[in-house]
């Protein structure tokens, strides 16, 4: 009789355990972009060749408006105009019917005058990420 009702405890948590996960999954669908500009490559930081990343998060709200932009991590003459920029991207409206705001990292790539990318592109690359080039 207890192995019965071990079974039936197993069984139980295994059941709860696969509606989270199908949960889950809807609940991290991915935020699909409709309009990302790019910041512009400051003078200062064209005049000091300064090139780096900037990790922003921005909150979104169910319709796809950013509403905030927190800066992570960035150089001090790059990171203004990136969370200018990333404040005016938009994403189109989650299918599920949400209320929810969500957050979204974006990256920002500054490369300075006689950056030479790669050959080889990478396998994978962010859909929220933005290369910003000097020439």
Same mark, same amino acid.
């Given at each position: 009789?207890?192995?019965?009702?071990?079974?039936?405890?197993?069984? #139980?948590?295994?059941?709860?355990?696969?509606? !989270?996960?199908?949960?889950?999954?809807?609940? $991290?669908?991915?935020?699909?972009?409709?309009?990302? *500009?790019?910041?512009?490559? %400051?003078?200062?930081?064209? !005049?000091?060749?300064?090139?780096?990343?900037?990790?922003?998060?921005?909150?979104?709200? *169910?319709?796809?408006?950013?509403?905030?932009?927190?800066?992570?991590?960035?150089?001090?003459?790059?990171?203004?105009?990136?969370?200018?920029? !990333?404040?005016?991207?938009?994403?189109?409206?989650?299918?599920?019917? =949400? =209320? !929810?705001? &969500?957050?979204?990292?974006?990256?920002?790539? #500054?490369?300075?005058?006689? &950056? &030479? %990318? *790669?050959?080889?592109?990478?396998?994978?690359?962010?859909?929220? $990420?933005?290369?910003?080039?000097?020439?």
């Amino acid at each position: 009789m207890k192995t019965i009702g071990r079974i039936s405890v197993a069984l #139980f948590y295994s059941c709860v355990l696969l509606v !989270a996960s199908g949960l889950m999954v809807k609940a $991290q669908e991915r935020p699909e972009l409709i309009s990302a *500009p790019r910041p512009s490559y %400051p003078p200062i930081a064209k !005049a000091k060749h300064i090139s780096g990343v900037v990790l922003i998060d921005v909150t979104v709200k *169910p319709d796809g408006h950013v509403i905030e932009a927190a800066v992570l991590m960035g150089g001090e003459y790059i990171k203004e105009t990136s969370k200018k920029a !990333a404040l005016q991207w938009r994403f189109k409206p989650l299918a599920s019917s =949400t =209320t !929810a705001n &969500y957050s979204v990292r974006l990256t920002f790539i #500054f490369h300075e005058y006689g &950056y &030479y %990318p *790669p050959e080889k592109e990478p396998d994978f690359k962010s859909p929220y $990420q933005s290369e910003i080039m000097y020439y």
